[in-house]
């Protein structure tokens, strides 16, 4: 038994997987500089983390789905992990934010990249809409 069509759809939507992944990735940016002030706790920040878990494994599916191989991000969520957890193991301050941003943000882009790269193999299997919405900032 094959599921819904709408199911399939849903399964394989790249755009739609990688828009929500992204929206974590800025939220984590958010949720982090809100942390650094105390304004934010650090399960909001594990919280926002384990979002962006999901949304990667969603967007790992959904490139499955067309027979895409993401295997040279498929570390993203790990290394991540590791940032993290040592920036949360300091107390917040905008300085120790500092300290752990520029490697937050290296894993972060690396994901980026590594999504762009798979532009190509999305419009060959027949995607039409940019997995990567343009954004002039």
Not at 83 to 100: K, T, W
């Amino acid at each position: 038994m094959h599921p819904p069509a709408f199911y399939q759809r849903a399964q394989g939507d790249v755009p739609s997987a990688v828009r929500n992944l992204l929206l974590s990735m800025k939220q984590l940016q958010d949720v982090l500089k809100r942390w650094s002030v105390s304004q934010a706790s650090e399960s909001q920040v594990s919280d926002v983390y384990v979002q962006i878990g999901t949304d990667f494994n969603t967007t790992m599916h959904a490139f499955s789905y067309h027979k895409i191989d993401l295997s040279d991000i498929h570390s993203v969520p790990k290394d991540l992990r590791v940032v993290l957890e040592q920036c949360l193991a300091e107390d917040p301050s905008p300085q120790v934010l500092n300290v752990f941003m520029p490697q937050i943000r290296q894993v972060l882009y690396r994901l980026l990249h590594g999504l762009q790269a798979k532009q190509d193999a999305w419009r060959a299997v027949g995607g039409q809409m940019p997995m990567i919405p343009f954004d002039p900032r």
